[in-house]
């Protein structure tokens, strides 16, 4: 096989593309996990609802799909909150593996509706500025990678804006620290617990934008496998801390592109599970997780 | 005679249950269709009972696909490489899985709840990714799979009745199996590590033999039904990894409830016959919403599934009774 530098290159600017991607996924359910020690295995669906959403709007309108970003989040985090409130806040504390078990049913719920609504077809839309391409010395990049790679720049820049210098952001991540010292300060912890769940989703439904924006095929079954990953990728990043979600989810994005690269496209999901797997094999709390019970 | 079925009350409901269902075909007039759908049933009443064994250890797995599908690749190959009746190469097939079920249980033994989900569901993909890559696919039919031989050849009379009641003694010979597994020392032990792991460690029990034990054997039964189910459709593809297959035997499980025995038998029989019901009105995507919902309810509502309705239903009329009471006395 002949490698050279423009190949590798190419390889690496995938994963990052395909690691902007898990990051927002991966940042959204590690603060969900934070605040509420839960983990929501449907969060693959907010995904999909934000990449049908883009859609949706972009069939309709025919703006362009960067601004419908405007557009998914708000919606991502009605839906959210609405998740929270039904599915997750009856069963907070009740047993260790009901959060699982109700994923599963969100799963089956949410996938069938949007299959009801938009058939189960693959789809894709276009971006306005897929023909431009951009020269970077070595490859040539088509320009809506490095804009995907710049909006989720900036939406982890405002999450970090939100969580350090705002009061509610404070009072999420104390939240996350101490739940029922953060109760005994005066902080409601179930509002923090609708927010945290709803910029999750939005986190999520960004990331679908950007799915779609890219020139990705979705249907309605595409979210599982990534959301699953994104949860592989906090394990390996350390459950709750979100530089190892970042970490993690470049790393598992690279893995994967350089693996599908090598050992062929069918290793694409098992990858990152073999990754994950090793991990766990020595260390059983992942790699930056603390050494709990 | 009386005190004597006194004695044995509680065995009466399911005796009652397994005449009648050794009766079942009479009454539906061996129809093809009816047969086809209670063979599947009693398949999966086989898998979702060995899921729901393995949680009474305390572990949860979201992947039990991998030993699903290995059981009926595994299985199907024996029977067709080596000539030998199918029957004897599903236990053939059974034991190699269940070898495999506790290398992966190795792995999982040191992990929490969510770690543990994630790696048995990372076993799935990564077992449907060995089956369909090229340098195997000579073996396993790639994605194509191939074609498995019946259960029962289809030359014999009636073959699917035939079919019928050998799986139904499997399915009860299985339910029998766990029955006394559970109510053995083994089972009290398991009980222990699930409740409390520390504690059982302070009573003497080693809580990593007992886990592979029940990792062993459920993915034994599990691939037993693996089998079986392929041998009725008499096909297999890898799509038999898929999540779905790796997330029925736990909604069964769900809604007849958890960490009993009746639990993913009623769960089996009361989803498929609405899941049935639902197609036969044509509802393609519904239906899946409809169970969706079904579950979600029950885990907020009922947590300990449909089998504690009848004793929910009997609390709260002694409740208004005695509330009624209160208020004529007081």
């Not at chain 1, 320009?143 to 705002?166: K, R």
């Not at chain 1, 769940?197 to 439904?205: D, S, T």
């Not at chain 1, 989810?249 to 999901?269: H, Q, S, Y």
Request: aromatic share 12%.
């Amino acid at each position: 096989m002949d490698i050279n530098v423009e190949i590798i290159a190419q390889v690496i600017f995938w994963g990052l593309y395909t690691g902007c991607i898990y990051i927002l996924l991966a940042t959204g359910l590690n603060l969900i996990f934070g605040v509420m020690k839960i983990v929501n295995f449907a969060h693959g669906e907010f995904l999909m609802l934000g990449t049908y959403i883009t859609f949706f709007l972009f069939v309709v309108s025919g703006f362009n799909p960067y601004i419908l970003l405007c557009a998914s989040i708000p919606v991502l985090i009605v839906i959210g909150v609405i998740v929270e409130r039904l599915c997750f806040r009856p069963i907070l504390g009740t047993g260790k593996l009901n959060e699982i078990f109700v994923s599963i049913g969100l799963i089956y719920v949410i996938q069938n509706l949007a299959a009801r609504i938009w058939t189960d077809e693959w789809k894709t839309i276009q971006s306005p500025f897929r023909d431009i391409t951009l020269d970077l010395g070595v490859i040539n990049v088509p320009s809506d990678y490095l804009i995907i790679m710049s909006v989720t720049a900036i939406l982890l820049i405002g999450l970090y804006v939100f969580l350090y210098h705002t009061w509610t952001g404070r009072a999420i991540r104390a939240t996350s620290q101490d739940r029922s010292g953060a109760m005994l300060m005066g902080i409601n912890v179930e509002r923090m617990d609708m927010i945290t769940f709803g910029i999750g989703a939005a986190l999520a439904g960004a990331a679908g934008t950007l799915w779609a924006v890219s020139g990705q095929v979705f249907n309605p079954y595409m979210g599982s496998i990534p959301a699953i990953k994104a949860f592989a990728i906090i394990i390996l990043g350390g459950l709750g801390s979100i530089p190892g979600a970042i970490a993690g989810g470049l790393a598992v994005g690279l893995v994967e592109n350089g693996t599908a690269f090598t050992l062929g496209g069918a290793w694409k999901d098992a990858v990152s599970f073999i990754l994950l797997i090793i991990v766990l094999i020595f260390r059983p709390t992942g790699l930056f997780g603390e050494e709990c019970e | 005679m009386i005190p004597w079925i006194n004695q044995r009350r509680r065995y009466l409901l399911p005796a009652f249950v397994l005449i009648i269902t050794a009766l079942l075909p009479l009454f539906l007039g061996f129809n093809q269709y009816y047969l086809t759908v209670l063979i599947l049933m009693l398949v999966f009443i086989i898998y979702a009972s060995a899921w729901n064994f393995l949680t009474f250890s305390g572990q949860g797995s979201l992947g039990h696909a991998a030993f699903f599908g290995l059981g009926g690749y595994f299985s199907a190959l024996i029977a067709i490489k080596s000539g030998i009746p199918f029957i004897i190469a599903v236990f053939a097939g059974a034991c190699i899985t269940a070898g495999i079920g506790i290398l992966i249980g190795m792995t999982c033994v040191r992990l929490r709840e969510w770690f543990l989900a994630m790696v048995t569901f990372g076993f799935a993909v990564i077992i449907q990714t060995l089956v369909v890559i090229s340098q195997l696919s000579d073996i396993t039919g790639g994605w194509d799979g191939y074609a498995v031989p019946k259960l029962i050849p289809s030359s014999v009379t009636g073959s699917i009745l035939v079919e019928y009641y050998c799986i139904f003694t499997m399915a009860v010979a299985s339910l029998l199996f766990f029955h006394l597994l559970l109510k053995s020392k083994i089972g009290l032990a398991l009980a222990a590590i699930r409740e409390n792991e520390v504690e059982a460690k302070a009573s003497g029990i080693n809580p990593v033999p007992f886990k592979l034990f029940a990792f062993g054997i459920s993915a034994f039964v599990t691939a037993i039904a693996g089998a079986l189910e392929v041998s009725h459709f008499g096909y297999i593809s890898p799509e038999i990894f898929g999540t779905d297959i790796s997330f029925w035997p736990i909604i069964y499980s769900i809604t007849g409830g958890l960490g009993t025995l009746a639990g993913p038998v009623i769960g089996t029989v009361v989803i498929s016959l609405l899941w049935e019901g639902l197609n036969a009105l044509g509802l393609t995507y519904e239906r899946f919403i409809v169970i969706g919902v079904l579950l979600i309810l029950t885990i907020i509502f009922l947590p300990k599934g449909l089998v504690s309705l009848p004793g929910r239903i009997r609390q709260r009329k002694q409740e208004k009774k005695a509330r009624q009471v209160k208020e004529k006395t007081g």
